[in-house]
Protein backbone atom coordinates (compact mmCIF):
# COMPACT_ATOMS: atom_id res chain seq x y z
CA UNK A 1 0.00 0.00 0.00
CA UNK A 2 1.15 3.20 -0.33
CA UNK A 3 0.04 7.11 0.54
CA UNK A 4 1.06 8.44 -2.83
CA UNK A 5 -1.67 10.78 -4.47
CA UNK A 6 -2.69 9.04 -7.64
CA UNK A 7 -3.59 11.22 -11.04
CA UNK A 8 -4.72 9.68 -13.70
CA UNK A 9 -3.69 11.63 -17.06
CA UNK A 10 -5.88 11.15 -20.58
CA UNK A 11 -4.01 12.97 -23.62
CA UNK A 12 -3.79 11.80 -26.77
CA UNK A 13 0.33 13.14 -27.25
CA UNK A 14 2.29 10.42 -26.09
CA UNK A 15 4.89 13.16 -25.36
CA UNK A 16 2.64 14.99 -23.29
CA UNK A 17 1.94 11.79 -21.24
CA UNK A 18 5.55 11.03 -20.61
CA UNK A 19 6.10 14.45 -19.77
CA UNK A 20 3.64 14.31 -17.43
CA UNK A 21 3.92 11.12 -15.55
CA UNK A 22 7.93 11.58 -15.11
CA UNK A 23 7.25 15.20 -13.86
CA UNK A 24 4.70 13.55 -11.56
CA UNK A 25 6.41 10.51 -10.37
CA UNK A 26 9.41 12.68 -9.62
CA UNK A 27 7.29 14.77 -7.30
CA UNK A 28 6.00 11.69 -5.42
CA UNK A 29 2.62 11.16 -7.04
CA UNK A 30 1.36 7.55 -8.57
CA UNK A 31 0.60 8.22 -12.24
CA UNK A 32 -1.64 6.44 -14.40
CA UNK A 33 -1.22 7.84 -18.47
CA UNK A 34 -4.04 6.97 -20.75
CA UNK A 35 -4.64 7.91 -24.32
CA UNK A 36 -8.44 8.09 -24.76
CA UNK A 37 -11.94 7.76 -22.90
CA UNK A 38 -11.69 3.91 -23.23
CA UNK A 39 -9.02 3.36 -21.45
CA UNK A 40 -9.45 6.60 -18.95
CA UNK A 41 -12.51 4.02 -17.90
CA UNK A 42 -10.93 1.02 -17.65
CA UNK A 43 -7.89 2.99 -15.88
CA UNK A 44 -10.68 4.98 -13.44
CA UNK A 45 -12.70 1.36 -12.37
CA UNK A 46 -9.00 -0.43 -11.56
CA UNK A 47 -7.52 2.17 -9.39
CA UNK A 48 -9.75 4.97 -8.78
CA UNK A 49 -7.87 8.08 -8.80
CA UNK A 50 -7.51 11.06 -6.51
CA UNK A 51 -7.62 13.44 -9.53
CA UNK A 52 -8.19 13.14 -13.41
CA UNK A 53 -6.26 15.38 -15.70
CA UNK A 54 -7.71 15.54 -19.05
CA UNK A 55 -7.12 16.66 -22.22
CA UNK A 56 -10.55 18.31 -24.28
CA UNK A 57 -9.26 17.45 -27.71
CA UNK A 58 -9.45 13.60 -28.00
CA UNK A 59 -10.19 10.78 -29.86
CA UNK A 60 -13.55 9.42 -29.31
CA UNK A 61 -15.50 11.04 -27.13
CA UNK A 62 -14.15 14.63 -26.25
CA UNK A 63 -12.98 16.21 -22.66
CA UNK A 64 -16.14 17.60 -22.66
CA UNK A 65 -18.11 14.59 -22.60
CA UNK A 66 -15.79 12.87 -20.81
CA UNK A 67 -15.62 15.02 -18.00
CA UNK A 68 -20.11 15.40 -17.99
CA UNK A 69 -19.46 11.72 -17.78
CA UNK A 70 -17.40 11.83 -15.12
CA UNK A 71 -19.26 14.21 -12.51
CA UNK A 72 -21.98 12.38 -12.92
CA UNK A 73 -20.83 9.37 -11.37
CA UNK A 74 -17.55 10.40 -9.25
CA UNK A 75 -16.84 13.90 -6.99
CA UNK A 76 -13.08 13.26 -8.08
CA UNK A 77 -11.64 16.18 -8.98
CA UNK A 78 -11.08 17.09 -12.49
CA UNK A 79 -8.40 19.33 -14.29
CA UNK A 80 -9.19 20.08 -17.92
CA UNK A 81 -6.24 20.55 -20.45
CA UNK A 82 -6.60 22.55 -24.09
CA UNK A 83 -4.52 23.39 -27.04
CA UNK A 84 -7.53 25.95 -27.27
CA UNK A 85 -7.52 29.40 -25.27
CA UNK A 86 -11.15 30.75 -25.97
CA UNK A 87 -12.89 32.09 -22.66
CA UNK A 88 -15.83 30.03 -24.22
CA UNK A 89 -14.28 26.82 -23.83
CA UNK A 90 -13.17 27.39 -20.14
CA UNK A 91 -16.37 27.98 -19.15
CA UNK A 92 -18.50 25.04 -20.77
CA UNK A 93 -15.46 22.87 -19.27
CA UNK A 94 -16.30 24.38 -15.72
CA UNK A 95 -19.96 24.51 -15.76
CA UNK A 96 -19.78 20.58 -16.85
CA UNK A 97 -18.26 19.98 -13.69
CA UNK A 98 -14.17 20.85 -13.90
CA UNK A 99 -12.95 21.72 -11.32
CA UNK A 100 -10.31 23.82 -13.25
CA UNK A 101 -9.09 24.73 -16.25
CA UNK A 102 -4.90 25.36 -17.82
CA UNK A 103 -4.60 25.81 -21.42
CA UNK A 104 -1.67 24.54 -23.68
CA UNK A 105 0.94 25.09 -23.61
CA UNK A 106 1.58 25.42 -19.80
CA UNK A 107 4.63 25.18 -17.45
CA UNK A 108 4.49 21.37 -15.38
CA UNK A 109 4.75 23.45 -12.34
CA UNK A 110 2.19 25.14 -13.00
CA UNK A 111 0.21 22.35 -13.35
CA UNK A 112 1.68 20.76 -10.45
CA UNK A 113 0.53 24.18 -8.14
CA UNK A 114 -2.96 23.22 -9.18
CA UNK A 115 -3.36 19.73 -8.65
CA UNK A 116 -2.02 20.55 -4.72
CA UNK A 117 -4.18 22.91 -4.22
CA UNK A 118 -7.04 21.38 -5.24
CA UNK A 119 -6.22 18.43 -3.17
CA UNK A 120 -5.71 20.08 -0.05
CA UNK A 121 -9.03 22.23 -0.75
CA UNK A 122 -11.16 19.04 -0.94
CA UNK A 123 -10.01 17.49 1.64
CA UNK A 124 -10.36 20.27 3.93
CA UNK A 125 -14.11 21.31 3.19
CA UNK A 126 -16.39 21.12 6.50
CA UNK A 127 -17.70 17.52 6.51
CA UNK A 128 -21.39 18.69 6.42
CA UNK A 129 -20.86 20.59 3.27
CA UNK A 130 -19.49 17.86 1.40
CA UNK A 131 -21.02 17.13 -1.74
CA UNK A 132 -21.24 13.69 -1.15
CA UNK A 133 -23.13 14.78 1.86
CA UNK A 134 -25.34 17.85 1.42
CA UNK A 135 -28.57 17.77 -0.48
CA UNK A 136 -30.25 20.69 0.01
CA UNK A 137 -28.44 24.39 1.76
CA UNK A 138 -30.59 26.74 3.65
CA UNK A 139 -29.85 30.27 4.52
CA UNK A 140 -31.81 33.24 5.08
CA UNK A 141 -35.08 31.91 3.41
CA UNK A 142 -33.28 30.55 0.39
CA UNK A 143 -32.83 26.81 -0.65
CA UNK A 144 -29.33 25.50 -2.44
CA UNK A 145 -30.42 22.06 -4.28
CA UNK A 146 -27.33 20.73 -5.05
CA UNK A 147 -28.42 17.55 -7.11
CA UNK A 148 -30.15 20.43 -9.41
CA UNK A 149 -27.83 23.34 -8.63
CA UNK A 150 -31.01 25.65 -8.40
CA UNK A 151 -31.31 28.45 -6.11
CA UNK A 152 -34.88 28.95 -4.67
CA UNK A 153 -35.89 32.07 -3.25
CA UNK A 154 -37.76 32.86 0.28
CA UNK A 155 -40.88 33.06 -2.36
CA UNK A 156 -40.37 29.95 -3.77
CA UNK A 157 -38.81 31.46 -6.68
CA UNK A 158 -35.96 29.25 -8.85
CA UNK A 159 -32.99 31.06 -9.49
CA UNK A 160 -30.85 29.36 -12.23
CA UNK A 161 -27.41 29.78 -11.31
CA UNK A 162 -24.25 29.69 -13.39
CA UNK A 163 -21.64 27.36 -12.85
CA UNK A 164 -19.36 30.08 -11.25
CA UNK A 165 -21.96 31.22 -9.50
CA UNK A 166 -22.88 27.88 -7.79
CA UNK A 167 -19.25 27.50 -7.23
CA UNK A 168 -18.96 30.87 -5.58
CA UNK A 169 -21.64 30.62 -3.49
CA UNK A 170 -20.88 27.07 -2.31
CA UNK A 171 -17.61 28.83 -1.14
CA UNK A 172 -19.06 31.35 1.01
CA UNK A 173 -21.89 28.61 2.21
CA UNK A 174 -18.83 26.18 3.07
CA UNK A 175 -16.95 28.85 4.98
CA UNK A 176 -19.71 30.56 6.13
CA UNK A 177 -19.15 33.22 9.21
CA UNK A 178 -15.75 33.73 7.95
CA UNK A 179 -14.22 36.38 6.31
CA UNK A 180 -12.53 35.35 2.77
CA UNK A 181 -10.41 37.64 1.30
CA UNK A 182 -9.73 37.98 -2.94
CA UNK A 183 -6.56 35.87 -3.00
CA UNK A 184 -8.97 33.10 -1.14
CA UNK A 185 -11.45 33.39 -3.44
CA UNK A 186 -9.32 33.44 -6.37
CA UNK A 187 -7.76 30.13 -4.91
CA UNK A 188 -10.97 28.31 -4.57
CA UNK A 189 -12.57 29.87 -7.55
CA UNK A 190 -10.03 29.59 -10.04
CA UNK A 191 -6.90 27.75 -8.05
CA UNK A 192 -4.63 30.48 -9.48
CA UNK A 193 -2.14 33.01 -8.00
CA UNK A 194 -3.86 36.11 -8.06
CA UNK A 195 -2.63 39.51 -8.87
CA UNK A 196 -2.73 42.55 -6.43
CA UNK A 197 -4.76 44.21 -9.29
CA UNK A 198 -7.30 41.17 -10.28
CA UNK A 199 -10.88 42.50 -9.47
CA UNK A 200 -12.22 39.59 -11.41
CA UNK A 201 -13.87 37.84 -8.30
CA UNK A 202 -15.91 41.32 -7.07
CA UNK A 203 -17.65 40.97 -10.80
CA UNK A 204 -18.34 37.60 -9.22
CA UNK A 205 -19.22 38.44 -6.04
CA UNK A 206 -21.05 41.43 -7.14
CA UNK A 207 -23.32 39.15 -9.97
CA UNK A 208 -23.87 36.56 -7.20
CA UNK A 209 -25.40 39.13 -4.72
CA UNK A 210 -27.62 40.28 -7.69
CA UNK A 211 -29.11 36.57 -8.03
CA UNK A 212 -29.86 36.92 -4.21
CA UNK A 213 -31.47 40.38 -4.83
CA UNK A 214 -28.90 42.32 -2.62
CA UNK A 215 -27.25 45.52 -4.16
CA UNK A 216 -23.43 46.63 -3.06
CA UNK A 217 -24.71 49.15 -0.59
CA UNK A 218 -26.11 47.40 2.23
CA UNK A 219 -26.21 43.30 1.52
CA UNK A 220 -27.76 41.03 4.55
CA UNK A 221 -26.10 37.89 3.16
CA UNK A 222 -22.69 38.26 1.64
CA UNK A 223 -21.30 41.52 3.59
CA UNK A 224 -17.70 43.51 2.47
CA UNK A 225 -15.17 43.69 5.18
CA UNK A 226 -13.58 46.74 4.20
CA UNK A 227 -9.73 45.85 3.54
CA UNK A 228 -10.38 42.44 4.41
CA UNK A 229 -12.66 40.56 2.05
CA UNK A 230 -16.31 39.10 2.11
CA UNK A 231 -17.86 37.64 4.25
CA UNK A 232 -21.61 35.45 4.38
CA UNK A 233 -22.85 36.23 7.44
CA UNK A 234 -26.08 34.53 7.75
CA UNK A 235 -27.07 30.80 9.52
CA UNK A 236 -26.36 27.76 7.53
CA UNK A 237 -28.16 24.83 7.76
CA UNK A 238 -27.49 21.67 5.85
CA UNK A 239 -30.26 18.98 4.69
CA UNK A 240 -29.61 15.35 3.50
Known amino acids: MTDQDHVLVVDDDQEIRSLLRDYLQKNGYRVTAVGDGKRMWAAFEEARPDIVVLDLMLPGDDGLTLCRDLRARSKTPIIMLTARGEETDRIVGLEMGADDYLPKPFNPRELLARIKS ?31 RNLRSPEGVVVALSGTEYKLLRIFLAHANRVLNRDQLIDLMLSRDASPFDRSIDVQVSRLRHRLGEGAKEPAIIKTVRGEGYVLSVPVEVGK
Open 118 to 148: ILRRTRTLPENLRPEDARAIRFAGWTLDVAT
